[in-house]
């Protein structure tokens, strides 16, 4: 299923490609490591090795430039914290192999390049363009619109270009960009102050324009909902991730040099590149007893054992929920899965999925001990910030956001 048909209900547009060789970039689920419930039952350690292999297949990288000339590569942040700048980096020497392969003709953290040069290239004339980063304001949006217009592919890199990430949990503020501003700009204790002894009584917030004696100067506007990549511009390939793995960034780059190099088909449109077909839980090593949860806890409040999975240990985990790909990195190091990978590929609304695999989890079956509904209540009112757990990747694909949106008539 590619990753427009999974929000197709919402988004409402796309259509499946003709090329078809999808499957070269999904991981593969390991024969070996059935589960019907999508939570990992039937897997062994080795499995899980085996499968996660596969993935670290970084493919060959040819140096020189291509047959017909080096290729043209941008890379560009929205609303991005770096990170995923970074993780392109995680390439290491291989950068200089791109090198060689690619005009780099933007990286603003990187290289230089600048909006104007953009503007002057031809029309599809940069063959990729990578964007991390959700789209929160103008500017965000015109570059992402002109690398699209400029660009033969684009990629949607990381889980803040996929999903919104974190930037789209300020899509729970009621008040949008006015209340948020408002709020850093005169209610936080230290903006408070500064603005009582500096700006009595007329506090200044940043403006998208204001005139100095050199001229006027602009800033962009900050939009009231922030989006994702895909629903500002087309895109062809989505990798998720925050960040994502070195190893995802390494198949498209296989793809892209395929491509460049060879005449090869480039995969589906919608691709979900470095992504499982099933669950985290199945590259999760840890063992699961589907044991009941009375009690939620914080992994600092109880001793981890190292080999149990940790919802049965009665920690929160979004695993069952969370597509797989990064080869469980938190839970092998004792941490539950936050979901920043975004959903399982079946799944539309991530956090309602997770919530609904922690709800089965209760002893509320015949054969069990019985808990009423105020236990499951007290139970559940002891996660703090429950949408800021359940949404922390996706609130960007989450149907929430429509919901307010129509009652508020925004
Ligand atoms: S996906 Fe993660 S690493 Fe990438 S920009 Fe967003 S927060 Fe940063
Ligand atoms: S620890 Fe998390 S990812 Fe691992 S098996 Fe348990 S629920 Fe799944
Ligand atoms: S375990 Fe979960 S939160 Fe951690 S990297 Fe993997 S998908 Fe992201």
Same mark, same amino acid.
């Given at each position: 299923m590619s990753f427009f048909d999974r929000f197709k209900k919402k988004d409402n547009k796309k259509e499946e490609p003709k090329v078809d060789n999808k499957e070269k970039f999904a991981v593969k689920k390991d024969a $070996? =490591? !059935?589960?019907l419930c999508g939570c990992g039952a039937g897997k062994t350690a080795e499995s899980v090795e085996a499968n996660y292999s596969k993935m670290a297949d970084l493919g060959e990288l040819l140096p020189g430039a291509p047959p017909g000339g080096k290729i043209n590569l941008a890379i560009y942040w929205a609303a991005a914290c770096g990170g995923c700048d970074v993780s392109i980096l995680d390439t290491n020497e291989k950068i200089l192999t791109i090198g060689d392969m690619a005009n780099i003709v933007m990286w603003p953290i990187a290289a230089d390049g600048k909006e104007k040069d953009i503007e002057a290239m031809e029309d599809k004339s940069i063959t990729v363009s990578i964007i991390s980063g959700a789209i929160r304001n103008s500017e965000n949006e015109h570059m992402a619109k002109l690398l699209r217009k400029k660009s033969l592919i684009v990629v949607s890199y990381g889980t803040c270009a996929c999903? *919104? *990430?974190? !930037?789209?949990? =300020?899509?729970?503020? =009621? *008040?949008g960009s006015k209340e948020i501003l408002n709020y850093v700009y005169e209610k936080t204790p230290s903006t408070a102050n500064f603005q009582k002894d500096y700006h009595p009584g007329k506090p200044i917030v940043p403006q998208t324009k204001c005139t100095v004696p050199e001229g006027d100067l602009t800033l962009p506007t900050l939009f009231d909902t922030v989006k994702t990549l895909d629903q500002v511009i087309d895109v062809d390939y989505f990798i998720p991730g925050c960040p994502p793995l070195q190893e995802s960034i390494s198949q498209l780059l296989k793809a892209v040099v395929d491509f460049a190099y060879h005449g090869v088909a480039l995969p589906p449109k919608g691709t979900e590149i470095g992504v499982t077909q099933t669950s985290l839980c199945d590259q999760c090593p840890r063992h699961k007893e589907f044991r009941r949860i009375t009690k939620i806890y914080e992994p600092f409040q109880v001793n981890i054992d190292p080999d149990l999975c940790l919802m049965d240990q009665g920690i929160l985990c979004l695993g069952p929920a969370t597509v797989g790909g990064c080869n469980a990195r938190c839970t092998r190091a004792g941490q539950p899965c936050?979901?920043?990978? *975004? !959903? $399982?590929?079946?799944?539309?609304?991530h956090g309602a999925s997770a919530m609904t695999a922690i709800a089965s989890l209760f002893p509320v079956l015949d054969d069990d001990g019985t808990i009423g509904e105020d236990q499951i209540i007290d139970i559940m009112s002891t996660i703090k910030d429950p949408l800021g757990y359940f949404y922390a990747f996706t609130m960007g694909k989450s149907l929430i956001k429509m919901a307010v949106k129509e009652k508020g008539g925004q």
């Open positions: $070996t =490591a !059935p589960s999903f *919104g *990430g974190s !930037p789209a949990l =300020a899509n729970l503020v =009621a *008040g936050r979901g920043c990978y *975004g !959903p $399982t590929l079946e799944v539309q609304e």
